[in-house]
């Protein structure tokens, strides 16, 4: 009987429109969108390249100048910028159109930028250290002119590492991975709804199936194990193909794969355990319990930075100790620290709570369910001595 109702509940599920929404297509809609308002964000504004750069000569004596960006620019593992020689319009409306992050001109090695950040703050750094020495470099020149363009290259190359990308692990740390963690998270506590659904129609007080199911000779903890493990199996499954569309998208989850996938399986074993603990909840309507997971899924997802960036560590600052009892929060970081961290520490710890998490709503659901079953029975005798 057991793999009778296993299999029946996989079906049902699977074929559901509910099931097949909330647990792929939205999630899959959600990322989508997200990706496409923010996906390249890093890559735009975050992530070291070489710095485009418009360079107007209307000086005589700028070759020492000139000398210094060629050296940047040329090609290599020491190239900084990309420059490029044009006339004072050209260059500003290549400003005005962003096609360039600066104009440098070189009769007095002035700079003029749209807005500040970090590679206006390079470009700055380089005129300023070449004011420092552009007395030096003018002598070299008069002295020695080939000498002089071997010395300031290996001067530049040398003095430039201070703004040279340096990589402090292999992970992405693209800060906005974190919404599309979220999703995932989100879409794990989702798989609450389906657990609301399979305990209406197994309680005879709550649904006219759930009455025939009571009279069925199945122990009643054999049908709710397997009704589990198939809801288990579906919304498994739904992660891992989430997983893989977000991979083909470019989403970086690190290369440890399995460590990925517990999480993921622990946290769909919470949102189906609290489902299940709330669908077992006979003071309340189908209606209201389903409003209830909807309200707090999206809560925790909200304090997981779904729908604005920095709420988990103004949470962190504040109130740790919700960051700790939150399980979408507690997903999202176990997938952060697998992406960019090497060692496990943090994963682990979050687990762990993630264990105690799922282990609790499947005790305190079993326990609700077995005190609910004198209360099926009763109502179902109810219904018999009326319809006599």
Known sequence: MFWHNFKYAGKMLIKGKDTLFWTILFPIALFTFMYMAFGNIMEKDEMFKDIPVAVVRDGENDTALMMVLSTLSMDGEDKRIDMEVLNGKEALQKLNDEEVTGVIYTSDASLTVRQSDIKESILESILNQYKQMEQ???????????????IIQKTVQSDAVYYEEISTT??????????FYAVLAMSCLFSSFAGITRMHKLQANESALGMRRCLSPNPKLVTVLAEYLALLLVQFAAEVITVIYMRLFGVQFGTKYPAILLVLFIACNIGIAGGMLLGSWSKCSYGGKIGIAVAASLTFSFMADLMVHGIKNSIEDKLPILNRVNPAVLVTDCLYALNVYDNYDRYFRNILILTGMAVCLLGASILVLRRNKSVSYTHLRAHETDSY
């Open 170 to 179: 292999d992970g992405c740390q693209d800060e906005y991975y974190n919404y």
């Open 136 to 150: 030096m470099y003018l002598n070299l020149m008069q002295k020695d002119p080939e000498a002089a363009s071997e």
